[in-house]
């Protein structure tokens, strides 16, 4: 999407229509697949609360029909609402089991999502190193399926990352940052999962 303001204010608008058509239909799939689109849009907007409530419906639909695969990202998306909400230990346990969900498919794209929430909420609880370390690792990870990150994204994560990087000299920020992008798929997600920083 366009980082023009109008452009996201339509498409949510779009997402809302098929919100309420999806309703109407009474389609479960169609409406999980709407409530993640509509949340997900509310949280890069600001409605935290909106976006939680929509991404929580579309989680409970999720489990109902024991899809993991989109269940992974409704998980992530609350992890999100959680951090931005300021409730950290929620935020953790909603990106830890979205993490999970990750290293049992495979999908190294929500994995990097997950790493970065657990990354900002350590940065939350004044950490640093870790921040570098998982920050890092996501980064590899979201370049192996070679996708980049919109400004909003960035954007949502840039408080935390500015306020971790002010704790370490720049050497080891960026060697931190350097042995989180060597960790492999696995080894990151071990690592996120197996620590508590905080906590």
Same mark, same amino acid.
């Given at each position: 999407?366009? #980082?023009?303001?109008?452009?996201?204010?339509?498409?949510?608008?779009?997402?809302?229509?098929?919100?309420?058509?999806?309703?109407?239909?009474?389609?479960?799939?169609?409406?999980?697949?709407?409530?993640?689109?509509?949340?997900?849009?509310?949280?890069?907007?600001?409605?935290?609360?909106?976006?939680?409530?929509?991404?929580?419906?579309?989680?409970?639909?999720?489990?109902?029909?024991?899809?993991?695969?989109?269940?992974?990202?409704?998980?992530?998306?609350?992890?999100?609402?959680?951090?931005?909400?300021?409730?950290?230990?929620?935020?953790?346990?909603?990106?830890?089991?979205?993490?999970?969900?990750?290293?049992?498919?495979?999908?190294?794209?929500?994995?990097?999502?997950?790493?970065?929430?657990?990354?900002?909420?350590?940065?939350?609880? #004044?950490?640093?190193?870790?921040?570098?370390?998982?920050? #890092?690792?996501?980064?590899?990870?979201?370049?192996?399926?070679?996708?980049?990150?919109?400004?909003?994204?960035?954007?949502?994560?840039?408080?935390?990352?500015?306020?971790?990087?002010?704790?370490?000299?720049?050497?080891?920020?960026?060697?931190?940052?350097?042995? #989180?992008?060597?960790?492999?798929?696995?080894?990151?997600?071990?690592?996120?999962?197996?620590?508590?920083?905080?906590?």
């Amino acid at each position: 999407m366009s #980082g023009d303001r109008g452009d996201h204010e339509e498409s949510k608008t779009f997402y809302e229509e098929g919100l309420a058509l999806s309703r109407k239909l009474d389609d479960k799939a169609l409406l999980a697949s709407a409530l993640i689109s509509v949340g997900a849009e509310f949280l890069l907007q600001g409605d935290h609360e909106r976006g939680a409530m929509l991404n929580e419906e579309a989680a409970e639909l999720y489990r109902e029909r024991g899809n993991r695969g989109h269940l992974q990202y409704a998980l992530d998306n609350l992890g999100w609402a959680a951090l931005l909400r300021g409730n950290l230990q929620q935020a953790e346990v909603l990106h830890r089991e979205s993490l999970a969900l990750s290293r049992q498919l495979g999908d190294k794209l929500v994995a990097a999502e997950a790493l970065e929430g657990l990354a900002c909420s350590a940065s939350a609880r #004044g950490e640093a190193e870790p921040v570098a370390r998982l920050f #890092g690792a996501a980064e590899a990870q979201r370049e192996a399926v070679g996708y980049r990150q919109e400004p909003r994204e960035h954007a949502l994560r840039q408080p935390y990352l500015g306020a971790a990087r002010t704790r370490l000299s720049k050497a080891r920020w960026n060697a931190a940052w350097a042995e #989180g992008r060597r960790l492999g798929f696995e080894e990151a997600i071990a690592y996120a999962l197996e620590n508590a920083w905080g906590g």
